[in-house]
Each structure stands twice: as C-alpha cells, then as structure tokens.
C-alpha cells in the first residue's frame, strides 16, 4: 500500500462536491432553496443544454452584504444554524453550509447579490474552486447566482451525465414540485431562450395545481 497522504483543499472540496452535486438538477435545487430561504416572491431559472452548459437562477429575496457574499464560499458557512440544538429546530430548507462551496469547485460561478442596507453589490467569480474576482457591481436587491460548465474539470462526473432532454425534465420536475408547494413565490423557467413555465404567484393552491396539470386534473380529482 502507497504513502497516505493528506489530500489538498482543493481535492478535497472536488470530492466532497459529489455527495452534493450529482447531475445539473442538484444544482437548481440548492440554488432555488436558498432563494426559498431568502424570502424570495420571484425566482427566475434559465438554463442552457439541460443545464450542462448554464444554470442562472435570480431572486428577489433579502440579498447578502458584501461580507457574506465572500464569506458563503467557505465550507459549513451558514446563516441558518449556529449551535447544536438549533439543528432540532430548523425551519430552513438548507443549513449545512455546503452547497455553494460544493458548486463552486466543480463549475465556473459569478454571484452578484445586495442587499437593502448597501448601494452596491457584490461581484463573487469562481473557477473550478479558484477565487478569480471579488468587486462590487451594480444591481437590484436580491441574488443572481450563474454556474457555467458543470463538471468541466471533473471529466469522470461529466461523463455520467444524461443527454440535454433527459436532464432538463430533471429540472422541469423539480420546479413544479417547488412551485406546487410554494404557489406565493412567481417561479419562472427558461431553457435555451424559450419560456418553459411561467406560473405567477397565487393565493389559492388549487389554482397553482391548475397552472400546473391542467383544469382536467382537479375535476377528475372531484
């Protein structure tokens, strides 16, 4: 048996990326989440080639401070937890910490965030891991996270991905799933330019599973 060797940072993170980051749709997921979380009312996707070539979602939730724009990167950051017992009471769909840093190592990613309390965003560029820029933009209150090349530097993961039809219905099921159990927030898809869903906040959930699977649906249903 070879030397045992203490596995850099960045092979490190690279590895960890594969318990959070299977196939394009984990990204939407943790991405929309965190939108989720951020008390958004209108999450915007678009995405290119199933979300191989671009994943972008926008929100219009409270934003970040420049500090946590950095400061989201680092593994096991999170605003949602703090001590050990909070963990018994979480109400946040994420907590761990994970995810971004997870996208960031397999991905080229740009976040530009604000908040209402700052006059500029923040600008955060990653490639493969690497911090490439850290400056400040303009931009509207809330958050714009684009993953570009999923994987490109992660051949062996690359490989195991499905064609583009396979892994956009991936996708197109997890936001209806998302936007049957939150009918108040606007979600909005885009694939390749074209309007996919556009399902406008509403109060009554039945009008949502409407939108969804058609007036058909809830008549069979009664």
Request: hydrophobic share 35%; net charge neutral.
């Amino acid at each position: 048996m070879g030397k045992i060797n203490v596995l850099s940072e960045e092979v490190a993170n690279r590895i960890a990326a594969g318990e959070v980051v299977e196939r394009p749709v984990s990204v939407v997921k943790e991405l929309v989440e965190n939108s989720i979380d951020a008390g958004s009312t209108k999450i915007t996707i678009q995405i290119e080639d199933g979300g191989k070539r671009l994943i972008q979602v926008t929100d219009n939730g409270t934003g970040m401070s420049e500090d946590d724009a950095m400061q989201c990167f680092e593994r096991h950051a999170t605003s949602k937890i703090r001590t050990v017992s909070d963990i018994f009471n979480i109400s946040s769909l994420g907590f761990r910490g994970e995810a971004l840093p997870s996208i960031a190592s397999v991905s080229k990613l740009l976040l530009i965030t604000r908040n209402n309390e700052s006059e500029m965003a923040a600008r955060v560029e990653f490639d493969g891991g690497r911090l490439k820029d850290f400056s400040k933009t303009s931009g509207n209150v809330g958050t714009t996270i684009s993953v570009r090349k999923l994987f490109s530097n992660v051949p062996a993961r690359k490989k195991f991905l499905k064609t583009t039809p396979v892994e956009y219905k991936h996708i197109l099921n997890y936001i209806h799933y998302q936007s049957i159990l939150y009918p108040e927030i606007h979600f909005r898809l885009l694939a390749d330019g074209k309007e996919k869903l556009n399902y406008p906040s509403v109060v009554d959930k039945d009008k949502r599973f409407q939108a969804v699977f058609g007036s058909d649906f809830l008549q069979r249903d009664l």
